[in-house]
């Protein structure tokens, strides 16, 4: 199988389940054990893609200066900055640490 001919396939199957999410009725998507799953499962997923993206380093964990970049982000967040100064907080946390030699 080519690249093309995977890229087609999943384009396709990306549509058909796209388009059997308009089947599925109403009653099921509003339920409220539904709502609380797709809520938790997104919070799951968002968190799984941030543990993977700061420790991940091909097959290998890594811990280096994204760490405490993204511990300092955290913090930040959960005293309500605003987002723009999180980003920049951790960036320069990053960068220190690096420049410090802490480097991935």
């Known amino acids: ?6 890229v087609l396939l999943a384009s396709i199957v990306c549509v058909a389940l ?25 919070v799951a997923l968002l968190a799984a893609l941030v543990a993977v993206q700061t420790l991940g ?17 955290a913090g930040l967040l959960m005293i309500r900055a605003p987002f723009l100064v999180v980003v920049i907080a951790a960036a320069l946390v990053a960068a220190l640490l690096r420049m410090l030699g802490w480097a991935a």
């Open 18 to 42: 796209k388009a059997i999410g308009y089947l599925v009725p109403a009653r099921l998507i509003e339920a409220p054990r539904t709502a609380r799953i797709t809520d938790q499962l997104t």
């Open 57 to 73: 380093a091909g097959q290998a964990i890594v811990v280096d200066a994204r760490v405490p970049a993204v511990l300092v982000a």
């Open 1 to 6: 199988m080519t690249l093309w001919n995977a």
